[in-house]
C-alpha cells in the first residue's frame, strides 16, 4: 500500500517545525512508520544546497533563477533517495515545505512566475504531490515577533525586506486558491494546541479514523 504524504508550509515563524513534531509522535504512537524530513535537505546533496541558500558565504547575491535551480536540485535528489521510497514502503512522509515554498518565494515573492517554477519542478517531483498542504496561516506582525525571539541571526529569507515577506504570504493566499483540493489553510494564531487538534481533525478524515 503507498504511504502518505504530506507537507507543511507558511511565512517565517509560522510554528511548522513545532506542529510537524507532534503530528509525527502522533502517528507513530498509532502505528504507523513516519519519515520526519525538511526542504532544502532531507539529504547529504540537500543539505549542503540549504547551507548555500540560507547563509552569506560569499557576500554575492544569489540570482532569483539560480536559486529557483538550487531549490530543484536540492528537492529532486529529496524525492529520489527519500520520498518516493518511503512512499513506495507504505510510510508516511512528513515534509517541513515542498514544491509550494518554490512556488510562492521564488515564483511570486521573487517575480519568476509560478509556470516557470512549476515546468522547474516537474522532473523533480514526478508523481510524489501531497495529499494534503497544510497551510500554516499567521498574520506578519506575530511571524515576525516570533522570529525576532528567536536566538542566534536571522538566515537570508528571515532578513529579507518586509515588502518579500508580504508577497510570500499573499502567494501562499492565490496557491489556496489554484490549489484548494490540496492545501488546508489553518489558522497558526491559535493556541498551538488548538491549531494541532485541527491538523489532527484534517489527517483523521483522510485516515477515515481518528488520531
Known sequence: MRGRFLSFEGVEGCGKSTQIARLHAALEEAGHSVILTREPGGTATGELIRKVLQHDYTGEAIAPVA???????SRAQHVAQVIAPALERG????????IDSSLSYQGLARDLGLERVLEMNRDAVGDCWPEITFWLDLPLEEAFARVADRQGPEDRFESEARSFHERVASGYAE?????????????????EEELFQCICEAVSALEGDSL
Open 67 to 73: 536559486e529557483l535551480h538550487l531549490f530543484a536540485a
Open 91 to 98: 510510510d508516511w512522509v512528513l515534509c517541513d515545505r515542498f
Open 175 to 191: 496557491l489556496a486558491e489554484r490549489f484548494p483540493e490540496r492545501i488546508h489553510r489553518v489558522d497558526a494564531s491559535l493556541t
